[in-house]
């Protein structure tokens, strides 16, 4: 393997003269195809070093023992809210296994909606989407198929709204913990800075505090929010089929349901 | 005039053009041949590239990357971070918190969704929220229409729309590089104008768009988001003078040969297959007004240096340099004047003077 | 920028390589400066992704991030970075002197200070930045770093300050100080490429100085010198080596960054080393030497500041320490443009272009002549110079000459191409001028009315008097702990 390598670098070398040569002679094109073989010489380099290396033992932390949507279902009940994927794999590497990644949720919700549609109702709960005011899929968010309508549907208030919530959810489950972990600490602090009166500049986050001032801000918009949601809900079940009433329905001419 | 564009792009649809590129047609106002080719909607980097003359402009890797993570930090749980600093920024009261992603809607919808938002918000109807992410502007460019995409609508209830651009460069103890703060600067010019001409097309008052734009950067080294108001009026000024200057195209056009085009003729797989040398001496009978600066705004600049090279213009060099030499555009017409092998013209008895008296001095002290 | 300048370049094009704008060096090189690279990591402010460093051509320092996202990585750079720097810096300051001052306590002054090359200003900004984020990091806390971190950071930035100081030679950038001495037949723009510049300058056999340029501008060919890397290389070669080592982070994945790192560090190196032969051969300027002087001082304060304990720079100057600093700047701007052109003919001549100075013929003298009666009586020596310079001077006009230090004179009238001037200091106290402080007949003289005696501090109030309406005195600046724990991502 390393005589390759020897090969390769002598190789490299030679090119590089002979890009030299053929920028000096003013041949752009070939001095551009010799940069192309370079460039390739160069990258087999890099795979021929790399292939040389035993594959290590793993650095990342113990695999949860639970399925990826049993993890994304357990920090989704602990938010109570639609979430997306930032938020779901920061709670549970504040709170459980440390184990979720973010690519892995990509392609969650697709899974999810395909195994439902295969059979309905089989499992006892489903990943779904938060609906928009256009009854569409909401980019991004995750939410429990077992939730009341009015939670999985959002108005323009709802964002705000969840996001409070889900800082009070947070915060109560840390008052729970005996030891919370510096992770979970983060993430509150994290959350409660943007919201008013929750936290002292730099100081951690106190989780009593920051219940305290989410639930004020909460006050604020609640009202309105709930009338926004449960006219978007009343819709919903009035004008979608049940797989839509979880995954959304496609916009106006969207490709979607074709792929 | 659009049919005689057409004929000079060719049989491809029109290059679209990005807020940066807008931005950058401010930036070398006095060439022809940009000009031309930015109204006829020419593939610029494509076509330096077919002459031989790739601009030397890409991006790396990380830089993209940390893009994109600030932007989906300052975006999460519904612009709770943008949130804050508004807040602070605009004194938002804790009332206005809607959230609007347009892109929920779908790609091909996001046009007139971002349309019928601002219609409801300016209208300050019900359901108006102070974030809309994600909108899709048009703009009109010498007839043709560009799409554009500002990071996030930012509206107050009672007052006015401000464009929000998230940039990742660092803000160090309250100051941020200036020509980065500057390119961001002319960059939200454009979602301006483009916000600004939504609103009069839909009957409100274009005025409502603010011109401070607001400006979220990452703070010190951290990830932390901060907000700055940044001022774009000299921005959008030089931008609609620009914007004018492309529309009066046709001027451009007449001095410029029946049946000229910078068609790449394109086979089917869309490999060019015009030849380098013809397209070449095409771009040559547009006239161009090259500059060092053009190194760091044109995709045309290699090949426009190149030329200027073979013309032995002063321009390649800088602005300074050829007001040192008293505005003489030739190399060798000043290095003529200043050695004595050429008479001066009329009117050029000063400058001729002042660059032989350089020249003696020269000799003298490197004697 | 001046005519002659901007005519050197055009020669420089017709001849196909740079040509000298100076006849001497107008900067301090040290017998072993430190030559310094650092690269950046793409779209951060102050991640460093590697750097070479040293004071050996033969022998550089790599230091490599193999993840630069990673904190704990990032500081053991700096760490490791300050195992180099430090010494080299700290060296200097066992060896001193006394100088006497008139009228002031006698102080120490190091008898040497170190210097550090950087390919280009971009390469001090980042110095600073790394400065700024290293130098209010804690050795306990939640975030302990090395103790040498934060020093090194106090360091940097005392360096990436005095950088802005017109003159020094601490911290001198290699496009810089070569662009000072040549004029290239590109823009500034295109300069501020060192291979470019270097192309032009000392183009390699066979090749003229616009060839070599072109071909520096090929990244594959000649990488840029930093701190910013080629975008191709983040790519197609660091990406993939990067994110080998972020799935295992063994001695191999390291040693993958480390060599992709080497191809882009190496070439910049020797083109440093180039410039410093480059820079070596030219002569010394006579007041170089002075401002060295200064350099050794303001590096040995510093030096004493840090032993003391003092606390790190503020994030900030008050009001009153921004306006002394600026109006430090500007004399230092002034006086360094005097100076280089009283050492350097060809820097003078811009000032006879625009008739501010003149050279010539001395074709008369009266050295014994008088003004005044009895004790108010003066020795002032009259001379008369022919010149060929269009001089722009008005009777009155107090004039100095690069000839002769402390010599200073009075024109007393121009007419056509005939200067008469009054020497009025630098002749001695005796009756009769000292000898050789009056120029003979038939010598050759320069004047010109650019002077070296600024004012020594413009009338600004000591820190501790700032006014309230600017700000009150300032505090003596103490790091917090949000210093210290300043959040780094
Ligand atoms: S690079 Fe050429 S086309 Fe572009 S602005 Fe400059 S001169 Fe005009």
Same mark, same amino acid.
């Given at each position: 393997?390393?005589?390759?390598?020897?090969?390769?670098?002598?190789?490299?070398?030679?090119?590089?003269?002979?890009?030299?040569?053929?920028?000096?002679?003013?041949?752009?094109?070939?001095?551009? &195809?010799?940069?192309?073989?370079?460039?390739?010489?160069?990258?087999?380099?890099?795979?021929?070093?790399?292939?040389?290396?035993?594959?290590?033992?793993?650095?990342?932390?113990?695999?949860?023992?639970?399925?990826?949507?049993?993890?994304?279902?357990?920090?989704?009940?602990?938010?109570?809210?639609?979430?997306?994927?930032?938020?779901?794999?920061?709670?549970?590497?504040?709170?459980?296994?440390?184990?979720?990644?973010?690519?892995? @949720?990509?392609?969650?919700?697709?899974?999810?909606?395909? &195994?439902?549609?295969?059979?309905?109702?089989?499992?006892?709960?489903?990943?779904?989407?938060?609906?928009?005011?256009?009854?569409?899929?909401?980019?991004?968010?995750?939410?429990?198929?077992?939730?009341?309508?009015?939670?999985?549907?959002?108005?323009?208030? &709802?964002?705000?709204?969840?996001?409070?919530?889900?800082?009070?959810?947070?915060?109560?489950?840390?008052?729970?913990?005996?030891?919370?972990?510096?992770?979970?600490?983060?993430?509150?602090?994290?959350?409660?800075?943007?919201?008013?009166?929750?936290?002292?500049?730099?100081?951690?986050?106190?989780?009593?505090?920051?219940?305290?001032?989410?639930?004020?801000?909460?006050?604020?918009?609640?009202?309105? =929010?709930?009338?926004?949601?449960?006219?978007?809900?009343?819709?919903?079940?009035?004008? @979608?089929?049940?797989?839509?009433?979880?995954?959304?329905?496609?916009?106006?001419?969207?490709?979607? %349901?074709?792929? | 005039?659009?049919?005689?564009?057409?004929?000079?792009?060719?049989?491809?649809?029109?290059?679209?053009?990005?807020?940066?590129?807008?931005?950058?047609?401010?930036?070398?106002?006095?060439?022809?041949?940009?000009?031309?080719?930015?109204?006829?909607?020419?593939?610029?980097?494509?076509?330096?590239?077919?002459?031989?003359?790739?601009?030397?402009?890409?991006?790396?890797?990380?830089?993209?990357?940390?893009?994109?993570?600030?932007?989906?930090?300052?975006?999460?749980?519904?612009?709770?971070? @943008?949130?804050?600093?508004?807040?602070?920024?605009?004194?938002?009261?804790?009332?206005?918190?809607?959230?609007?992603?347009?892109?929920?809607?779908?790609?091909?919808?996001?046009?007139?969704?971002?349309?019928?938002?601002?219609?409801?918000?300016?209208?300050?109807?019900?359901?108006?929220?102070?974030?809309?992410?994600?909108?899709?502007?048009?703009?009109?460019?010498?007839?043709?229409?560009?799409?554009?995409?500002?990071?996030?609508?930012?509206?107050?209830?009672?007052?006015?729309?401000?464009?929000?651009?998230?940039?990742?460069?660092?803000?160090?103890?309250?100051?941020?590089? #200036?020509?980065?703060?500057?390119?961001?600067?002319?960059?939200?010019?454009?979602?301006?104008?483009?916000?600004?001409?939504?609103?009069?097309?839909?009957?409100?008052?274009?005025?409502?768009?603010?011109?401070?734009?607001?400006?979220?950067?990452?703070?010190?080294?951290?990830?932390?988001?901060?907000?700055?108001?940044?001022?774009?009026?000299?921005?959008?000024?030089?931008?609609?003078?620009?914007?004018?200057?492309?529309?009066?195209?046709?001027?451009?056009?007449?001095?410029?040969?029946?049946?000229?085009?910078?068609?790449?003729?394109? =086979?089917?797989?869309?490999?060019?297959?015009?030849?380098?040398?013809? @397209?070449? *001496?095409?771009?040559?009978?547009?006239?161009?007004?090259?500059?060092?600066?053009?190194?760091?705004?044109?995709?045309?600049?290699?090949?426009?240096?190149?030329?200027?090279?073979?013309?032995?213009?002063?321009?390649?060099?800088?602005?300074?340099?050829?007001?040192?030499?008293?505005?003489?555009?030739?190399?060798?017409?000043?290095?003529?004047?200043?050695?004595?092998?050429?008479? #001066?013209?009329?009117?050029?008895?000063?400058?001729?003077?002042?660059?032989?008296?350089?020249?003696?001095?020269?000799?003298?002290?490197?004697? | 920028? /001046?005519?002659?300048?901007?005519?050197?370049?055009?020669?420089?094009?017709?001849?196909?390589?740079?040509?000298?704008?100076?006849?001497?060096?107008?900067?301090?090189?040290?017998?072993?400066?430190?030559?310094?690279?650092?690269?950046?990591?793409?779209?951060?402010?102050?991640? #460093?992704?590697?750097?070479?460093?040293?004071?050996?051509?033969?022998?550089?320092?790599?230091?490599?991030?193999?993840?630069?996202?990673?904190?704990?990585?990032?500081?053991?750079?700096?760490?490791?970075?300050?195992?180099?720097?430090?010494?080299?810096?700290?060296?200097?300051?066992?060896?001193?002197?006394?100088?006497?001052?008139?009228?002031?306590?006698?102080?120490?002054?190091?008898? =040497?200070?170190?210097?550090?090359?950087?390919?280009?200003?971009?390469?001090?900004?980042?110095?600073?930045?790394?400065?700024?984020?290293?130098?209010?990091?804690?050795?306990?806390?939640?975030?302990?770093?090395?103790? /040498?971190?934060?020093?090194?950071?106090?360091?940097?930035?005392?360096?990436?300050?005095?950088?802005?100081?017109?003159?020094?030679?601490?911290?001198?950038?290699?496009?810089?100080?070569? %662009?000072?001495?040549?004029?290239?037949?590109?823009?500034?723009?295109?300069?501020?490429?060192?291979?470019?510049?270097?192309?032009?300058?000392?183009?390699?056999?066979?090749?003229?100085?616009?060839?070599?340029?072109?071909?520096?501008?090929?990244?594959?060919?000649?990488?840029?010198?930093?701190?910013?890397?080629?975008?191709?290389?983040?790519?197609?070669?660091?990406?993939?080596?990067?994110?080998?080592?972020?799935?295992?982070?063994?001695?191999?994945?390291?040693?993958?960054?480390?060599?992709?790192?080497?191809?882009?560090?190496?070439?910049?190196?020797?083109?440093?080393?180039?410039?410093?032969?480059?820079?070596?051969?030219?002569?010394?300027?006579?007041?170089?030497?002075?401002?060295?002087?200064?350099?050794?001082?303001?590096?040995?304060?510093?030096?004493?500041?840090?032993?003391?304990? %003092?606390?790190?720079?503020?994030?900030? =100057?008050?009001?009153?320490?921004?306006?002394?600093?600026?109006?430090?700047?500007?004399?230092?701007?002034?006086?360094?443009?005097?100076?280089?052109?009283?050492?350097?003919?060809?820097?003078?001549?811009?000032?006879?272009?625009?008739?501010?100075?003149?050279?010539?013929?001395?074709?008369?003298?009266?050295? *014994?002549?008088?003004?005044?009666?009895?004790?108010?009586?003066?020795?002032?020596?009259?001379?008369?110079?022919?010149?060929?310079?269009?001089?722009?001077?008005?009777?009155?006009?107090?004039? %100095?000459?690069?000839?002769?230090?402390?010599?200073?004179?009075?024109?007393? *009238?121009?007419?056509?191409?005939?200067?008469?001037?009054?020497?009025?200091?630098?002749?001695?106290?005796?009756?009769?001028? /000292?000898?050789?402080?009056?120029?003979?007949?038939?010598?050759?003289?320069?004047?010109?009315?650019?002077?070296?005696?600024?004012?020594? &501090?413009?009338?600004?109030?000591?820190?501790?008097?700032?006014?309230?309406?600017?700000?009150?005195?300032?505090?003596?600046?103490?790091?917090?702990?949000?210093?210290?724990?300043?959040?780094?991502?």
């Amino acid at each position: 393997m390393s005589e390759s390598l020897d090969a390769l670098e002598r190789r490299i070398t030679g090119l590089r003269a002979e890009v030299r040569r053929a920028v000096k002679a003013r041949e752009n094109s070939l001095a551009r &195809s010799l940069r192309g073989d370079l460039r390739r010489a160069e990258k087999a380099w890099d795979e021929a070093i790399s292939a040389e290396e035993p594959v290590p033992a793993s650095h990342e932390p113990e695999p949860s023992l639970l399925p990826i949507r049993e993890q994304v279902h357990q920090a989704l009940a602990l938010l109570g809210v639609p979430a997306a994927a930032r938020l779901v794999v920061a709670v549970n590497d504040a709170f459980f296994s440390r184990a979720l990644r973010g690519p892995q @949720l990509t392609s969650l919700r697709r899974d999810e909606e395909r &195994s439902f549609r295969s059979d309905p109702y089989a499992r006892p709960y489903y990943l779904c989407a938060a609906l928009t005011d256009r009854l569409s899929p909401a980019r991004g968010l995750l939410a429990d198929s077992t939730w009341e309508p009015e939670r999985r549907v959002l108005g323009p208030l &709802s964002p705000r709204v969840d996001f409070l919530t889900s800082t009070m959810r947070v915060a109560e489950h840390l008052t729970r913990l005996p030891d919370p972990s510096p992770a979970a600490l983060r993430l509150l602090s994290r959350m409660a800075q943007n919201i008013p009166g929750a936290v002292e500049s730099f100081a951690p986050a106190d989780p009593a505090i920051a219940i305290r001032a989410a639930r004020a801000e909460l006050e604020v918009h609640h009202a309105a =929010d709930t009338r926004q949601r449960a006219e978007v809900a009343a819709r919903a079940s009035s004008q @979608l089929s049940d797989v839509e009433r979880l995954f959304g329905a496609a916009t106006m001419s969207t490709l979607r %349901g074709a792929c | 005039m659009n049919g005689r564009l057409d004929e000079l792009r060719g049989p491809v649809p029109s290059h679209p053009h990005d807020a940066r590129a807008i931005a950058a047609l401010a930036a070398n106002p006095g060439c022809a041949r940009r000009a031309l080719l930015d109204a006829a909607g020419v593939d610029k980097d494509r076509t330096a590239r077919h002459v031989g003359f790739p601009a030397p402009f890409g991006q790396s890797q990380f830089a993209i990357t940390r893009g994109n993570v600030f932007e989906a930090l300052v975006k999460e749980n519904g612009c709770a971070e @943008l949130l804050r600093l508004l807040r602070e920024l605009l004194g938002l009261p804790v009332s206005e918190v809607g959230y609007q992603d347009v892109e929920n809607v779908g790609a091909h919808l996001r046009h007139s969704h971002t349309r019928a938002l601002i219609d409801r918000a300016a209208r300050e109807s019900e359901e108006t929220a102070v974030f809309y992410d994600h909108p899709l502007f048009s703009l009109e460019i010498a007839g043709h229409t560009s799409y554009l995409e500002p990071d996030v609508v930012a509206f107050q209830l009672g007052g006015r729309f401000h464009i929000v651009e998230i940039k990742s460069f660092g803000v160090i103890d309250g100051q941020a590089e #200036p020509q980065k703060v500057a390119g961001a600067a002319r960059q939200a010019a454009v979602y301006v104008l483009a916000l600004r001409t939504l609103l009069a097309e839909l009957g409100h008052d274009p005025e409502r768009v603010s011109h401070d734009v607001v400006l979220v950067c990452p703070e010190n080294f951290a990830n932390r988001p901060t907000a700055t108001l940044v001022d774009v009026r000299k921005q959008l000024a030089v931008l609609r003078r620009q914007l004018a200057r492309m529309t009066r195209v046709d001027r451009l056009l007449e001095g410029i040969p029946e049946g000229l085009t910078f068609d790449l003729a394109p =086979d089917r797989d869309g490999v060019p297959t015009r030849s380098a040398q013809e @397209l070449a *001496e095409a771009l040559c009978q547009v006239p161009a007004r090259y500059a060092p600066d053009c190194l760091s705004t044109c995709d045309m600049c290699m090949f426009c240096r190149d030329e200027a090279r073979g013309n032995g213009s002063t321009d390649l060099l800088g602005r300074q340099v050829r007001d040192e030499l008293g505005g003489v555009s030739g190399m060798a017409e000043a290095l003529g004047l200043a050695e004595g092998t050429l008479e #001066p013209a009329e009117g050029q008895e000063e400058v001729a003077r002042l660059l032989r008296t350089a020249n003696l001095l020269r000799e003298e002290c490197l004697r | 920028m /001046s005519a002659l300048t901007a005519l050197a370049q055009l020669r420089a094009i017709r001849d196909g390589i740079a040509q000298p704008i100076t006849t001497v060096r107008h900067c301090h090189l040290a017998p072993h400066p430190m030559v310094f690279i650092p690269l950046r990591l793409a779209g951060e402010a102050a991640a #460093p992704m590697g750097a070479m460093v040293g004071t050996d051509p033969g022998h550089p320092r790599l230091l490599v991030v193999p993840q630069p996202r990673n904190r704990d990585l990032r500081f053991a750079f700096t760490a490791e970075l300050a195992e180099v720097v430090l010494p080299y810096i700290e060296g200097f300051g066992k060896t001193t002197e006394t100088i006497e001052k008139k009228g002031g306590e006698p102080y120490e002054r190091c008898l =040497d200070a170190p210097q550090i090359l950087v390919p280009n200003p971009q390469a001090v900004t980042f110095v600073g930045l790394l400065g700024r984020s290293t130098r209010f990091r804690r050795v306990d806390g939640p975030y302990p770093v090395h103790p /040498s971190v934060p020093l090194l950071g106090r360091w940097l930035t005392y360096f990436a300050d005095r950088s802005q100081h017109p003159g020094s030679s601490l911290l001198l950038t290699a496009t810089e100080a070569l %662009g000072a001495h040549w004029a290239t037949g590109q823009s500034g723009l295109e300069d501020a490429n060192l291979a470019a510049l270097l192309g032009w300058i000392d183009p390699p056999e066979g090749m003229t100085g616009p060839g070599a340029a072109e071909e520096a501008e090929d990244p594959l060919l000649w990488p840029p010198a930093g701190p910013a890397t080629d975008p191709g290389f983040d790519n197609e070669v660091l990406g993939p080596a990067v994110r080998a080592y972020e799935e295992a982070p063994t001695e191999r994945a390291v040693e993958r960054v480390a060599q992709a790192l080497r191809t882009q560090l190496e070439p910049t190196w020797r083109l440093m080393w180039r410039s410093v032969e480059l820079l070596r051969a030219l002569p010394e300027g006579a007041r170089v030497k002075d401002r060295w002087d200064v350099d050794r001082g303001s590096f040995t304060r510093f030096l004493e500041r840090v032993t003391e304990g %003092g606390p790190p720079q503020a994030r900030r =100057d008050g009001a009153v320490g921004a306006a002394a600093r600026l109006a430090g700047l500007e004399r230092a701007r002034a006086s360094y443009d005097v100076q280089r052109a009283y050492d350097d003919p060809l820097v003078m001549a811009e000032y006879r272009l625009t008739g501010e100075a003149f050279a010539g013929t001395v074709t008369a003298a009266d050295p *014994e002549h008088t003004e005044g009666e009895g004790r108010s009586r003066k020795l002032r020596p009259l001379i008369t110079v022919r010149t060929e310079d269009q001089v722009r001077l008005t009777p009155g006009a107090t004039v %100095g000459s690069p000839d002769r230090r402390g010599h200073a004179a009075e024109i007393v *009238e121009v007419v056509d191409g005939e200067v008469t001037l009054k020497i009025t200091k630098g002749m001695g106290r005796g009756r009769t001028p /000292s000898p050789g402080s009056v120029p003979e007949p038939g010598e050759r003289v320069t004047y010109t009315s650019l002077t070296d005696d600024f004012q020594s &501090s413009a009338a600004l109030p000591d820190p501790e008097l700032t006014p309230w309406t600017h700000g009150g005195p300032p505090q003596e600046y103490v790091p917090s702990d949000e210093d210290a724990q300043e959040e780094w991502s």
